[in-house]
């Protein structure tokens, strides 16, 4: 253990803003992503749908 | 020869077309490349003296002087071969030491002053912690050798 | 076992392999960062000379690093979809081009919050930063030129061609730092050597563990989607529409990373 209390970790030797606004930015892009791949899922199963059943009306 | 090797080649000669193109342009702009020159290089009369450009190397051992205003320093940047002293007026990054990497833009003066109007330090590829470097250290002088500087300064 | 590959080459039987693969590789992204994380925040010791900003370390390399190996797998799969002109090739190397963006976009920003307190400036266009500024437009560029080409088949065939241009600039970041004079430091880690602490390096590698296991998950549940966008009127879709597709849509699927049966046939 490196730390001797968690404001001391926090305040990461003086480098807070530089080592906070890295893994910050980091973590917000990674869960940006997740929430976009979830979100590119339903809609392309969704747009799949619609298409398919447009199909099948306009067959009958 | 089947389509599929026919594509084959084609992408391998097309490649190495590439890769002889790339290796041109980047001996073309080897010169714009160099991000900094060394002391060396410039005693060899390699740097531009009529524009800036950036001088690189270590900043000589007990060179460093501040001025009474403080914030004017003069210091030393040597590649262990040639020095070139240099003046600087401003905040110094945090790394910046006696000893250590250290990269300066500026122009050189008739009188062989470098004028710096930025430095930036350059550290090396080494992590540890203090006790290790402190450690290290111990060792180095009771062995008394001087170990060249990490990370290659000039050419 | 060529036969065994050849038939997952098949954006059908794929779909259902990713689907099976990526409950695993986001388990293991989480639990890698997790021991990552608390191996380089708070089991590491301070750095001798540049103090606790050289955590950035933790995810500046393993960034920088994915940026660049994703870009080569992408060249690969891109030189796999000239040569064998099989489908799955061109949707993997359109499906791995988002993530390698962002990771080369990390290693930019937090090289940026790393040198300002070490070097004393967030940029400088030495032949290291530059090349790294070319290989985020190089996929920036890759993703405007699939954009702007309506026929999938003829952006896979334009991005491929674009990507294997672009291979020669993974080289050149690389051995940048040895080929010329450059700001940032040589590498601290190089086949069977480092400069580093162990336990500094073990962090570094856990996190780099991580990067992989995230970029294999994160882009295998995005080949699904476009797989099921490119081959919407096949048949083989219409059956999992029908089994699967309704839930999906009103939102009580278990979600894109979640596993699916109908995919294997």
Known sequence: MNWSSFSDFLAMGGYAFFVWMSYGVTALLVAAEVIWVVKQRRQSLARALVQRKIREWSST | ?155 | ?265
């Open chain 2, 1 to 155: 020869m089947k389509p599929r090797q026919k594509r084959m080649a084609i992408i391998g000669g097309g490649l190495a077309a590439l890769a002889v193109v790339a290796a041109l342009v980047l001996n073309a702009f080897e010169d714009n490349l160099l991000f900094f020159f060394s002391p060396t290089q410039v005693y060899a009369k390699e740097a531009p003296l009529d524009r800036p450009f950036r001088i690189g190397g270590l900043v000589e051992a007990g060179s460093v002087k501040r001025e009474a205003d403080g914030l004017t320093v003069a210091f030393k940047v040597t590649d262990t071969a040639k020095v070139v002293p240099v003046t600087y007026k401003g905040i110094l990054p945090d790394l910046f030491q006696e000893g250590k990497g250290v990269v300066a833009r500026g122009r050189l003066g008739p009188d062989g002053i470098f004028r710096a109007d930025q430095v930036l330090a350059r550290h090396d590829e080494n992590y540890m912690p203090p006790e290790a470097a402190y450690a290290l250290d111990q060792a180095k002088k009771s062995q008394g050798s001087v170990v060249a500087p990490a990370g290659g300064y000039g050419k």
């Open chain 3, 1 to 265: 076992m060529a036969i065994h590959w050849f038939k997952y080459a098949s954006p059908a039987s794929f779909y259902g392999l990713a689907g099976r693969m990526i409950p695993w590789f986001a388990g293991a992204a989480v639990v890698t960062t997790l021991i990552g994380l608390y191996v380089g925040l708070v089991l590491a010791p301070t750095d001798f000379q540049q103090g606790d900003s050289y955590r950035i370390i933790y995810i500046h390399v393993p960034a920088a690093w994915m940026g660049m190996f994703t870009y080569l797998v992408m060249a690969g799969w891109a030189a796999a979809g000239v040569v064998f002109n099989t489908r799955l090739s061109g949707m993997m190397v359109q499906a791995l081009a988002p993530t390698g963006a962002m990771f080369t976009f990390v290693a930019l920003w937090t090289g940026a919050f790393w040198g300002r307190p070490t070097w004393g400036t967030y940029w400088v266009w030495d032949a290291r930063l530059t090349s790294t500024l070319i290989l985020f437009f190089l996929y920036i560029g890759y993703m405007a030129l699939r954009a702007s080409i309506d026929d999938p088949r003829r952006a896979d065939r334009a991005g491929a061609v674009l990507t294997l241009v672009g291979v020669v600039n993974i080289p050149i970041i690389y051995f940048s730092v040895q080929w010329w004079n450059t700001l940032h430091q040589g590498a601290s880690v190089r086949p069977g050597s480092s400069s580093m602490a162990t336990v500094m390096l073990t962090g570094m590698l856990v996190m780099a563990v991580a990067a992989w296991m995230y970029t294999i998950a994160i882009s295998l549940a995005r080949v699904r989607s476009i797989i099921i966008e490119r081959e919407q009127h096949s048949a083989w879709v219409g059956e999992l529409l029908a089994s699967e597709g309704h839930d999906a849509v009103a939102g009580t699927s278990r979600g894109a990373m979640g596993s699916n049966q109908q995919g294997t046939r």
